[in-house]
């Protein structure tokens, strides 16, 4: 609804705008032309009746148009101007609305026809014609022709605007006719084309010129106006077209071009036009080129100017243009014409046509190169038939004739320049020859030029499909030809031919592939049985491109190999001739080379390299050897300078390019070696781009020759060399045999660049001192890395080569190599390329090593053999670096399943090992170590052969390939041990063990006894595997170790070797490596020692332990005492206590001892089950025994600590599983028990010690007998080690008899002795007598006595002050601990040897204030006491068991000027833990019978009264404390015991020694130091206070039982204590640290407790008299210091007395009150009358004081005066109760 609205809205101002133009047209002819105002009139009305009766208005007026059109006719036969133009207008809406009918547009056509004759409005005519032919396909025919002849007679009007306006219609109207055609079709696209006999075309065309009548209505016209144009070229009359009386050659072969080229679809679909084509277009053509083939072109007979014959310049153009459109689009059609036109385009190109001639016909076939599809029809159209013409060849064959000619006749072009120029100059063409030099004026800077033999021709831009020449349309004559065009363009179209030849082939080529596949792809479907699918996919997988080229189709591959052959001769021609003349700037290809930009145009010489290695590839492909190998040997020549390539490529040499000198030449060299020589070489002064010299080297020696002198290399050989490694990296597998030339020049360019192979085979710039005639420029030298980086890609694209290409490329490499090591043999320097990109090559093939690695491999090994160092060096390189990166491949099937593979691959390396060079030896063992690190998990059959080349090192050979074997070997044992076959452990045994023993190196000796440990390590974690394994490979293991008499199973006997190796390096001359290889002996025993069967064990104790303690033991009595230097083999430095041999030996000694007695203890299961055992026990006890003796206290020591160890064996009955001999055997085949913690019970019984002789002899005489038992005794056993330790003991702690002493016994010897006694006498316990118990005690008293040397006496003795024991007295109390435990819990004929116990611990008292002598060795000792009061106190005391010693200095001065050599122990802290063992051990045996019989109480009360008498002058404050500490906690255990009737007679003598002890102790002889601090005199004084406060409550209450003298005694010493304190000389200088105030009123309240307050004075003893008397003398005493203190103070006025004054004043008072207060306590009649007066008188000296200002007197005295309150108060009383 929308349209139709929008319809009649247009045709209504339709309507409305004819009424308008009608009006106007009726106003303006009202006056002149009155029949067109009543025409206008009468269309008015017309118009407005069919408005009025037709809804559709537009049909109607169509219907009516000739009436409405009929005014604006006559209006336009007025030729009025206005009336015209109004007329046109209207007449042009009418058109556009389609509004006319076919009547009324014939009658506007012939309206056009009349104002075109009229030369009335032009160009609306033109309009109009144009509007009433586009606008629909009304006009047809007769009127169509009319339309079209009326545009083309206005075309040659003579009116510019009007021609140009015209010629623009003609070619629209025709296109429009034409498009008519294709309209036309489409709308028939459904129905066939009506046949057409082409014979009757042609007799018709002959008799009648009208159309077929085959043709549909716009198809005959076409046809018609085709043929017209055609007739009018050709200078005939149309027959369509009537009425033209003109048209121009020009014009027409213009419009013909124009049809040819816009409708082709026309021409190719109608027979029609295809018969026009063939009999009118072409002969046409031909006739027209007549002309230009017969002229040729002349320098010295030049044609007439005004000759007919001559060609023109716009006709040939456009002919061109034709013939380049036939060609084009038209070839199908016209073969054999375009066989025509292709040899009319070369003949055009020839040398003797005009230059503008050949350039029209190169753009023309520069078009047609540029279209690949066309040149392969030409090939096969043409070259393929027998008889034809070769155009394809011909016309590349011209393109390199007429490149060939600008270089070799350059003045034709130039005057052939010339001439068009001065034409250009008589005919006046001015802008024409703008045109032209502003053509070659675009591109006066271009990127690239050709020079050769003197010629300098520029590239410019070109593009065919914008060609210049052929679009000149404007131009009447033949332009200036811009210098360089012409080789530019046919330098393009070469390069085309290049690439449309490559892409189609290579296209047809892949298609043909893809095919194939899909074939094979379309079997393998079908195919059923899986066995013929796999070998035909296996058959495909080896196709190579042979069988390609024969599976193909033989058309289709001899067309290929024909357009090859065909164009291959003059592309290479060409090619090389510009590659020679090619001169780039050099700045554009470091641009596009090194920063790899992209320029706006293509290197010339990278495009001409880049064609090459095209070809070069296409003819590979083909299978086209000798067209590849020419290509190939062209860009080795271009790479290398021109005679060194021919020395070095052996090619043909070339005439000399020109008569002048050229030379290298560089105009911005930064390098002065280069300018240098530049002048030295060349005298032009024109700079060459192409011989701009960029590095300067050596030549490369060869067997034919070599070039003396350097060797130059331009920027073009650079880029010929990129182009050369292009070509191999992306086309390797068509080379062939050319890959021996390719890789000849690259050898050459490298070693000229200085370039030098590296790690991996790749190549890196060498450095000056490899190269130092090597000079390379900046820019270069930043490329060169670019260089090898491309060199080695190209040997990484080997791995897409199929197996035959592959081949070749390592054939050419092994022939450069065998040249190389020729050259090498010579002493002349090889080039080791070839050696490195073998490598190269190998390492990126593993997936084909079958295909390669034989004819590599084998190579390589003879290159190894080469004298030549670096030769053989990098051979080695190259075979280990294979072998390495073959077995790290992930092959299929995997390395370590196939055998063959394995050994295939390995096989070079063992080789190696028959080369005796040492350099590749170390190459061999490098490579081996890095086999283990990065693929040792795949080696599972090469384990022998891997372990024979690291075990194949001797010392002769040098440490640094003993070092790096034994690194692989560290491998082998820290990795691969599990993956190893079990037959090669003992190869890794015997390997390990040998280089333990070599003597070059001695950290890896060491560290080869590690490795023995690892493997011991491994044997014992996967025992269960390795038995079995050993089983089924027991031929490939030693069935018996050395010195087997007896069959030992596989897995023992490994364990066997293992051990005999170690205890070969336990005797190695080196003490490290002895020390090293006896602890992982031992250890390895210790721990796996399970894992061997019983008889096993006995091997192992008789053939390898103790023939090692022998060796040892003879090779260390041997060893000399010299020393030996301070640094040894292996930088280690030597202690002064290894610097002899002697010392290193003692070492081994030790070690080996030891390791001997821990496997005796470890495995004393085995051990004790073997029936030869006791004879085993004695004889190691002897080797104890006699190192516990010898002189070096190391070895005794270590012999002592091997004893102890020893004594944890415990014999135990073998298993019932072993007691029948029948069942001996069946326990062989069980692994021994591991040892626990598990203890074995001993048979306790009481046999007596036999002698150790006969005990050693019954033992060794039966060891059958013995072994039949099911148990043995071990009484002999343990006897024996008690006699061996008695012995050590008694032997080493015997005092010289002389006054001095090289050595004694050390502590730690004496320590590690007695701590044996413990343990061992667990063992001997029950048999264990008093005899023993006084050997022990012996023992014990001479090794706590032993000195010790004054040397080192500061690190081992404790200082007085120290409180902790030496180890070694430690270890004797514990021996009597042990001792006396065992005593306790023993029978009572052991329990009799309590005393001697006591003995001993006493002796060890006195110590404490006396150290004990060792013989007549001269000792200092450490004490306070002087000696003085020493001897007094042994004087006194009568001490039997204690020692006169003189002692004249202290510990402090030890070190005086009269040292001794030795020094006695502290013995302080011994003596007092003695003391409390003896005070614990008497309170629990005080009532023992023995220790009462034989006065232990009374031994010990002497041995105290020496620290007690001492008290402060004991060596250590704490010996008195603990003295009296210990009688305190005594006497309350023994006393009781000694008051009992039954005792009494035991204990008569011991109470004065008591009462000496309390006596000595209470009033020592030696006062405190004057140091002594309150605080320390007030705890010692509580000590006292202890001491009386024991005597009162202990001794005094049991007086009766006590002897009297003995209590005499006690009382006097508590009167001294009572007044003690106030005994002083003079008040003045009263010392108050002396006073013991508590003491003293303790002594004093005692006194009067057991004096007043138990006894009547009528029953008072002699005692209570003695009691009396003190109190007479203490109160007479307190009445002097009362009026002495009156008087002192009255003298002092008022200065104070001295504190101590006041203190012992204080003092006397408070015992006044004490006094006082006592006797008021007592009973009345205690007290008698006398002590009652001397209490009274003190009181006025009381009254007295009461004017001394000291406080603490005051106090005091007011407590005293107090007490008088009651004798004051009731004196009458008192004196009744006395009476």
Request: aromatic share 6%.
């Amino acid at each position: 609804m929308a349209g139709r609205a929008g319809e009649t809205v247009v045709t209504k101002r339709l309507v409305e705008n004819l009424q308008t133009d009608l009006r106007g047209l009726s106003n303006e002819s009202k006056r002149k032309f009155p029949p067109v105002k009543e025409a206008a009139e009468a269309g008015i009305l017309k118009i407005r009746t069919i408005a009025a009766r037709n809804k559709n208005i537009l049909p109607a007026l169509v219907a009516c148009s000739g009436e409405i059109l009929q005014p604006f006719l006559l209006g336009c036969d007025t030729k009025n101007l206005k009336i015209v133009q109004l007329c046109l207008g209207s007449v042009q809406r009418l058109i556009t609305h389609e509004a006319l009918s076919v009547g009324a547009a014939s009658n506007v056509i012939n309206m056009l026809w009349n104002l075109m004759e009229g030369g009335i409005e032009d160009l609306k005519v033109l309009q109009t014609a144009v509007v009433i032919l586009t606008s629909n396909t009304i006009v047809r025919g007769p009127a169509l022709a009319r339309a079209i002849v009326v545009c083309f007679r206005l075309h040659f009007s003579k009116d510019n605007t009007t021609s140009n306006t015209a010629s623009a219609i003609v070619q629209q109207v025709i296109s429009i006719v034409m498009e008519r055609v294709l309209a036309e079709d489409d709308a028939n696209a459904d129905g066939a084309e009506s046949d057409v006999d082409l014979e009757k075309l042609k007799s018709s065309s002959t008799s009648s010129k009208a159309a077929p009548k085959s043709l549909r209505p716009c198809a005959t016209d076409a046809y018609l106006l085709f043929q017209d144009l055609c007739y009018l070229l050709n200078g005939d009359h149309p027959y369509w077209l009537s009425g033209m009386t003109e048209m121009t050659r020009t014009f027409g072969l213009e419009l013909l071009e124009s049809v040819l080229n816009s409708f082709p679809q026309i021409f190719l679909r109608h027979k029609e036009f295809s018969f026009l084509l063939k009999e009118r277009v072409c002969p046409l053509v031909i006739k027209l080129f007549s002309p230009s083939i017969k002229h040729r072109q002349g320098i010295v007979a030049p044609s007439p100017p005004t000759s007919p014959e001559k060609p023109s310049f716009p006709i040939s153009m456009r002919l061109l243009r034709v013939v380049s459109v036939l060609i084009n689009k038209y070839y199908t059609l016209l073969v054999t014409e375009c066989e025509i036109f292709l040899s009319l385009l070369v003949k055009f190109m020839e040398s003797d046509k005009c230059m503008w001639q050949r350039i029209l016909a190169l753009e023309v076939m520069y078009k047609l190169c540029s279209q690949a599809k066309l040149l392969r029809c030409f090939c096969q159209s043409y070259d393929m038939k027998p008889h034809s013409t070769k155009i394809f060849a011909n016309i590349v064959n011209a393109l390199g004739s007429f490149i060939q000619s600008l270089f070799v006749n350059p003045v034709v072009e130039r005057q052939s320049s010339l001439i068009s120029d001065k034409q250009g100059k008589e005919m006046g063409s001015t802008s024409s020859m703008q045109a032209v030099n502003n053509l070659g004026g675009s591109s006066v800077t271009p990127h690239t030029a050709f020079s050769y033999k003197g010629v300098w021709i520029p590239l410019l831009p070109v593009s065919y499909s914008k060609p210049v020449f052929l679009e000149m349309l404007d131009k009447a004559d033949a332009p200036l030809i811009p210098e360089g065009y012409a080789i530019s363009v046919a330098f393009a179209s070469l390069l085309d031919v290049v690439k449309g030849v490559t892409t189609i082939v290579t296209q047809e080529m892949q298609g043909e592939e893809r095919r194939l596949r899909n074939q094979a792809r379309d079997r393998e479907l079908h195919v059923v049985n899986s066995e013929t699918k796999e070998k035909e996919s296996t058959e495909e997988k080896e196709e190579d491109t042979n069988s390609f080229l024969l599976q193909v189709d033989e058309g289709l591959r001899l067309l290929w190999e024909e357009i090859v052959n065909s164009s291959w001769c003059g592309v290479l021609a060409a090619l090389t001739l510009l590659l020679d003349a090619c001169e780039p700037f050099w700045s554009m290809y470091l641009r596009s080379a090194i920063a790899h930009t992209d320029s706006m145009e293509e290197s010339a010489t990278e495009s001409i390299l880049k064609s090459q290695e095209l070809y070069a590839s296409l003819c590979g492909k083909l299978g086209l050897t000798v067209p590849r190998d020419a290509f190939v040997t062209s860009l080795c020549k271009a790479s290398l300078p021109p005679h060194y390539a021919l020395t070095v490529l052996n090619i043909a040499a070339p005439q000399t390019p020109s008569n002048q000198p050229r030379g290298h030449m560089r105009s911005h060299s930064r390098d002065n070696f280069l300018q240098g020589s530049q002048g030295a070489e060349g005298g032009s002064n024109e700079t060459d781009g192409r011989n701009q010299v960029v590095a300067v080297g050596t030549p490369l020696a060869t067997v034919v020759g070599t070039q003396q002198g350097p060797v130059m290399l331009t920027a073009k050989n650079i880029q010929c060399m990129r182009a050369i490694l292009s070509l191999a990296h992306c086309h390797g597998s068509i080379l062939g045999t050319a890959w021996h030339l390719v890789l000849t020049t690259l050898q050459h360019l490298v070693w000229i660049l200085g370039l030098k192979p590296a790690a991996g085979g790749s190549l890196k710039v060498g450095s000056a001192a490899e190269a130092p005639n090597t000079v390379i420029t900046t820019a270069v030298m930043a490329e060169l890395p670019v260089l090898s980086a491309m060199l080695s890609r190209l040997f990484e694209s080997s791995q897409y080569l199929d197996d035959v290409a592959l081949h070749h490329l390592i054939d050419a490499l092994c022939k450069l190599s065998t040249e190389a090591m020729d050259m090498a043999f010579s002493n002349r320097e090889p080039s080791l390329f070839a050696v490195a990109k073998l490598l190269e090559t190998g390492l990126v093939n593993m997936s084909r090593m079958e295909v390669l690695w034989r004819p590599v491999t084998a190579h390589l090994l003879e290159v190894c053999s080469h004298p030549h160092v670096r030769m053989r060096g990098w051979g080695a390189e190259a075979v280990t670096a294979l072998v390495k990166a073959s077995l790290g491949f992930k092959h299929e099937p995997p390395v370590h399943q196939n055998l063959r593979l394995q050994t295939l691959l390995l096989g070079p390396l063992q080789e190696l090992s028959s080369i005796p060079h040492a350099d590749i030896r170390q190459k061999q063992l490098e490579c081996v170590h890095q086999l283990l690190s990065s693929n040792g998990e795949t080696m599972v059959h090469g384990w022998p052969l891997v372990l024979g080349v690291i075990g194949a090192v001797t010392e002769d050979q040098g440490e640094s390939l003993i070092r790096t074997a034994f690194q692989s070997l560290q491998l082998v044992v820290t990795d691969f041990l599990p993956i190893m076959p079990c037959y090669c452990l003992q190869i890794s045994v015997t390997t390990a063990a040998k280089f333990g023993l070599q003597q070059e190196e001695l950290n890896i000796s060491l560290t080869a006894v590690g490795l023995l440990w690892n493997i011991s390590d491994y044997l014992y974690q996967n025992r269960d595997k390795i038995r079995e394994g050993l089983e089924k490979e027991s031929q490939d293991i030693e069935a018996q170790p050395e010195g087997c008499e007896q069959p030992v199973p596989p897995f023992d006997a490994l364990w066997l070797t293992l051990y005999s190796r170690l205890a070969d390096l336990c005797v190695d001359p080196r003490p490290a490596v002895r020390k090293s290889g006896g602890q992982t002996l031992f250890s390895t025993i210790s721990a796996h020692g399970a894992l061997l069967k019983l008889s096993t064990w006995q091997i192992v104790l008789w053939q390898v332990l103790f023939p090692l303690l022998d060796k040892v033991k003879k090779l260390s009595g041997t060893a000399g005492q010299d020393k030996v230097e301070g640094v040894v083999s292996g930088n280690i430095l030597i202690h002064h206590s290894r610097d002899t041999a002697e010392k290193q030996w003692a070492e081994t000694k030790v070690l080996t001892l030891a390791g001997v007695a821990r496997v005796f203890n470890t495995w004393r299961h085995a051990l004790l089950a073997l029936g030869d055992f006791p004879r085993a026990w004695a004889l190691l006890l002897e080797h104890i025994e006699a190192s516990s003796l010898s002189q070096s206290s190391e070895v005794s020591l270590a012999a002592l600590k091997s004893f102890q160890e020893i004594l944890q064996i415990q014999p135990a009955k073998m298993p019932k599983s072993l007691k029948s001999s029948n069942q001996v055997a069946t326990g062989l085949a069980n692994d021994l028990p591991i040892p626990g913690d598990e203890q074995i019970k001993r048979n306790n019984h009481k046999d007596s010690v036999q002698d150790h002789k006969k005990q050693v002899n019954g033992a060794t005489a039966t060891p059958s007998s013995t072994s039949n038992k099911d148990t043995f005794d071990d009484t002999a056993m343990w006897a024996i080690a008690w006699r061996v330790w008695h012995s050590i003991g008694i032997t080493s702690t015997t005092p010289p008899s002389s006054r001095t002493a090289n050595s004694l016994p050390t502590q730690p010897f004496l320590t590690a002795l007695v701590q044996i006694f413990p343990p061992l006498f667990d063992h001997i316990k029950p048999r264990f007598i008093a005899a023993d118990l006084q050997k022990l005690c012996t023992v014990l008293q001479c090794a706590v006595s032993v000195p010790v040397q004054a040397d080192v006496s500061v690190f081992i003795i404790p200082s007085l002050s120290d409180s902790d024991l030496t180890p070694l007295q430690e270890a004797v109390l514990h021996c009597l601990y042990v001792v006396q435990q065992a005593i306790g819990g023993a029978s009572e004929s052991m329990q009799s040897m309590y005393p001697a116990v006591f003995d001993q611990l006493l002796t060890f008292v006195t110590y404490s204030c006396q150290a004990p002598s060792f013989g007549q060795i001269e000792t200092k000792v450490v004490t306070k006491a002087s000696s003085k009061q020493f001897d007094r106190a042994i004087f006194e005391w009568k001490v039997p068991m204690l020692r006169k010693q003189q002692t004249t200095e202290k510990w402090d001065n030890y070190r005086g000027n009269t040292q001794s050599d030795w020094v006695s122990m502290n013995y302080v802290p011994f003596a007092e833990k003695a003391l409390e063992m003896t005070t614990a051990l008497y309170k629990t045996t005080a009532s023992h019978p023995q220790v009462v019989r034989l006065h232990v109480l009374q031994n010990i009360l002497k041995v105290l009264q020496l620290p007690l008498g001492l008290k402060y002058a004991c060596p250590s404050p704490t010996t008195w404390k603990l003295a009296i500490s210990s009688l305190l906690e005594i006497l309350p255990v023994g006393l009781p015991v000694a008051r009992q009737p039954s005792t009494a007679s035991h204990f008569t003598d011991m109470w004065l020694d008591l009462a000496a002890a309390f006596e000595l102790f209470l009033f020592s002889d030696h006062p405190a130091p004057t140091s002594t601090s309150v605080e320390e005199q007030q705890r010692v004084e509580a000590i006292d206070v202890q001491v009386v406060q024991m005597v009162r409550q202990t001794i005094l209450p049991h007086s009766t039982n006590t002897p009297e003298l003995f209590t005499a005694r006690i009382m006097t010493l508590l009167n001294r204590g009572s007044i003690h304190s106030a005994n002083t000389a003079s008040f003045l200088d009263v010392d108050n640290r002396q006073l013991r105030e508590e003491f003293a009123k303790s002594c004093f309240e005692t006194l009067l407790q057991f004096s007043f307050i138990a006894h009547d004075l009528s029953k008072m003893t002699d005692e209570g008299g003695l009691t009396k008397m003190a109190l007479s003398a203490l109160l007479q005493r307190c009445q002097e210091v009362l009026q002495k203190y009156v008087e002192d103070e009255r003298l002092s006025g008022k200065c104070p007395l001295p504190r101590s004054r006041m203190a012992e004043m204080s003092f006397v008072l408070q015992a006044i009150t004490t006094l006082i207060h006592s006797l008021k306590k007592a009973n009345s009649g205690n007290v008698d009358h006398a002590t009652w007066s001397q209490v009274i008188d003190l009181y006025p000296y009381l009254v007295d004081c009461t004017t001394c200002t000291s406080s603490q007197v005051c106090n005091a005295l007011k407590e005293a005066l107090s007490q008088y309150q009651d004798l004051l108060v009731a004196p009458v009383t008192r004196l009744l109760n006395g009476t």
